[in-house]
């Protein structure tokens, strides 16, 4: 009988994820997204939309399904979604593991000044007006209407609804990845001074770090939350490895003979 996994998704890593273990034919496999987005990527395995209630919730979701493991591919700051897969772990007995991509590390000629939250990110932008680029989830822009003497150029992957209650606002809608060359003539193009982002780490969002470095244009880089300690992985493969591993293919049968 094929191993039953489930995905807790949402990131480019979890379809990739999903195609790979997909094409083995080993698996029954199923991806999870919150419904956050209203168009979300095509994906390659059948696909949950929705929560399940906090960790409880999500530990009788596994239970009754029957699932064999759970695999936390969630963006590096949605911190709840992880503390509630690690508690349904426990609850059920269930295995986790979880791939957690490596942050962005500062270099040479980076401006970054690092805060905690987003409202700490809105103290950073300072009193005197400033052009900058939100680089940010719809679900965090709130914040900045509380420094409306700045003018905001925003980008997110569904539209802005409703608009935040600003003066100076743009918004572009667009799913990465960006190339860095495509980031500078935004960048250049809108006279941005600041930009305000996660270390979402990986390559497909960073051309913006890249064209901030050449540009010399300050980030405002708002600091990974703590996730909790499950055995997890840096890269794809690792964690692809160690499932082979945990569910092994089963000896082929010999023919008989005649």
């Known amino acids: 009988m094929n191993a039953s996994i489930l995905i807790l998704g949402g990131t480019t890593e ?4 999903a195609e790979r273990l997909g094409e083995t034919g080993r698996f029954r496999l199923q991806l999870s997204l919150a419904g956050r987005t209203k168009a979300p990527a095509r994906q ?3 696909v949950r939309i929705g ?3 906090g960790a409880e919730g999500l530990g009788r979701y596994l239970m009754g399904q029957g699932f064999d493991l759970l695999v936390d591919v969630t963006h590096p700051y949605a911190a709840q979604i992880s503390a509630n897969a690690a508690r349904a772990a426990i609850l059920t007995g269930i295995p986790l593991i979880a791939l957690r991509r490596p942050g962005w590390e500062r270099q040479a000629g980076d401006c970054w000044r690092e805060v905690e939250s987003v409202e700490a990110a809105v103290a950073a932008l300072g009193e005197a007006p400033r052009r900058a680029f939100l680089a940010l989830g719809r679900q965090e822009l709130l914040p900045f209407e509380a420094a409306p003497q700045h003018a905001y150029l925003v980008r997110s992957v569904d539209p802005v609804e409703p608009p935040l209650v600003l003066p100076a606002v743009t918004y572009l809608t667009a799913r990465g990845p960006f190339e860095e060359v495509d980031e500078r003539a935004l ?11 996660k270390n979402s780490g990986g390559s497909a969002s960073y051309g913006k770090i890249a064209a901030a470095r050449a540009l010399g244009i300050e980030v405002i880089m708002i600091r990974r939350p703590l996730l909790p300690d499950v055995l997890a992985f840096q890269t794809l493969d690792d964690l692809v490895c160690h499932v082979d591993q945990a569910f092994p293919a089963a000896d082929l049968p010999q023919e008989r003979g005649e």
């Open 187 to 197: 960048l250049t193009g809108h006279g941005i001074e600041a930009i305000v982002c």
């Open 51 to 53: 929560g399940f209630g």
């Open 44 to 46: 390659p395995v059948p």
């Open 14 to 17: 979890a379809r990739q994820l």
